[in-house]
């Protein structure tokens, strides 16, 4: 420990009494001698006096803090100092002792020596454990990413696949099913997309993961013998990743099926996805002005669409709804808001 102070006898007393009492002791005549030795590294404590001629205890603490490391510091005032010693601890000062004459003096001194080391000691401990903490959750982090990236682009692959195989599909039904199939894929590789490029690994923006997702619907679905309008309107909403991959698979489904039955007889028409906050949770909407559903009719096509819509239906724990709508269908889904995993 490094002990400052201009009274030379005080600063034999304080080195013998605090060596008695287990510490190492230097001493420095005045700031400046002090600054200079702390600077050259090695001391675990500091003690100043306030009253020094050339450079008070006081200046020396500020020089003290701006070091890039200080050590802990106990200012040293006399009786009336009070005020000065409240502002030494604002400063930065770990503790203050008043001086007196006798032995009380040294064990007190020794006293705040000891907490203000410990305290030091914690306070480095619990600095040390937050930047390990970082950098392992930066390096999860950075995993996780990683995880994602390599997901997308597998499906991506996938994606390719499945494209060059309905390419080469005579059959009309087989190139349907491929088609839709490709759909479902890109629905949950745009979420492993935007995890991998985005800051917030545990949430997804709901409404902008839609918004790319009906731009590929839009690219397609939309034929020149069956022209169609997509159209989105959603609140901004987050969800986990998990929540938005169930999401866009329903909205895929509901979509692609509107797309394949609803408008046979009129060649074309217009189906609008809603997104809106609903108290907890938000509802989502799916509703054309096609040709109406019949949910007593056999299945116009697979009826694997609707198999799917329901299945993810069940796991968001909710229900889908055939809302009565003039003209066309409307289905509905109340969801409670996720939380990030």
Do not use: C, W
């Not at 003290?64 to 005032?77: K, Q």
């Not at 006798?102 to 203000?116: C, I």
């Not at 930047?131 to 390599?150: C, K, P, Q, T």
């Not at 099913?177 to 492993?192: C, F, G």
């Amino acid at each position: 420990m490094l002990y400052v102070d201009d009274d030379a006898g005080l600063r034999r007393l304080v080195e013998r009494a605090l060596e008695r009492r287990g510490f190492s002791v230097t001493t420095a005549a005045g700031a400046d001698e002090g600054m200079a030795l702390l600077k050259e590294g090695g001391f675990h404590l500091v003690a100043v006096d306030n009253h020094m001629p050339e450079k008070s205890g006081r200046e020396m603490l500020d020089e003290i803090m701006a070091l890039p490391d200080p050590p802990p510091v106990v200012f040293v005032t006399g009786n009336d100092d009070t005020s000065m010693a409240v502002d030494a601890i604002h400063a930065g000062a770990s503790d203050f002792v008043v001086k007196t004459v006798g032995e009380s003096f040294f064990d007190l001194l020794a006293s705040r020596f000891r907490q203000a080391f410990l305290r030091d000691q914690l306070e480095r401990e619990k600095r040390q454990a937050e930047s390990d903490l970082r950098i392992a959750n930066e390096r999860l982090e950075m995993l996780v990413r990683e995880v994602h990236h390599r997901v997308s682009n597998s499906l991506q692959m996938v994606l390719s696949f499945v494209a060059m195989q309905a390419g080469q599909t005579q059959d009309a039904g087989a190139r349907d099913a491929l088609e839709a199939t490709q759909n479902r894929i890109q629905a949950i590789s745009k979420v492993h997309h935007r995890l991998y490029t985005r800051e917030d690994l545990s949430t997804i923006d709901l409404d902008d993961y839609l918004g790319t997702l009906v731009e590929e619907l839009r690219m397609s679905l939309d034929k020149a013998d069956r022209p169609l309008t997509i159209e989105l309107q959603a609140d901004h909403i987050e969800v986990n990743p998990d929540q938005a991959v169930s999401v866009g698979v329903v909205v895929n489904e509901l979509v692609s099926n509107a797309a394949k039955y609803a408008f046979a007889d009129s060649g074309g028409g217009r189906i609008l996805i809603e997104l809106r906050e609903a108290g907890d949770g938000y509802t989502l909407s799916v509703s054309d002005d096609g040709s109406g559903f019949d949910a007593t009719a056999p299945a116009t096509g697979s009826g694997m669409g609707m198999r799917i819509v329901n299945a993810v239906t069940r796991s968001l724990d909710s229900q889908l709804e055939n809302i009565a709508a003039p003209r066309g269908t409307s289905f509905r889904m109340a969801i409670r808001r996720s939380r990030a995993a």
